[in-house]
């Protein structure tokens, strides 16, 4: 097993939804049970402040690290020409990104508490993104919300105009102007 190849094992590819999901409630039952009652608040904050972080750090990643830097950019090259092939970026590197990037900061910056609630937050929105991704490919759309996911993901993966950079959101894409929008109708005044 090749834990830095962008192809994997079914068993490698399912690693990262079965160790985020163990951290996830790990974290989350190490902060229900352990929080001191004057963090209860300010973990809150934190793992809300994750939480809308991870919405735009998903548009972010998708956008500037998938689509422009190596190798990243050539894993996610692969998917978008086998979008149904078992390609991700290995746990192993997400997760060290998540704990060098989110986890050591929040902590160098505040406390124990904090720092666990933002990963935590964090770490759930990275897992709700890879089952929103899983599911756009490979899942059937019965509800609303799934197949407008799909016909989002889809026109990702088939406009020559590089856009739709949100899986689980359109909001950072409204908001930056990658939502298919023309340059036309951007700049279009209402009379």
Known sequence: MNLFS???????????????????????????????????MESLGALLAGLMAWTL?????????FHGLRPYSDWHAAHHEQPRA?????????????????FLPALALGNLWCASALTLGVSSGLLVYSITHHATHYWRADSGWLKARKRWHALHHH?????????TSGFW???FGSDGRTTAVRNTRIR
């Open 6 to 40: 962008f192809h994997h094992s079914k068993t490698t590819y399912g690693a990262d939804f079965v160790l985020y999901s163990i951290a996830i409630v790990t974290l989350a039952i190490f902060l229900l049970l352990g929080v001191p009652p004057g963090y209860r």
């Open 57 to 65: 750090a998903e548009y972010a990643v998708h956008r500037f690290i």
């Open 86 to 102: 078992l390609i991700c970026t290995p746990t192993i590197v997400s997760a060290t990104l998540m704990v060098t990037l989110v």
């Open 159 to 167: 406009l020559d105009n590089p856009g739709h950079f949100g899986v």
């Open 173 to 175: 894409d409204y908001v």
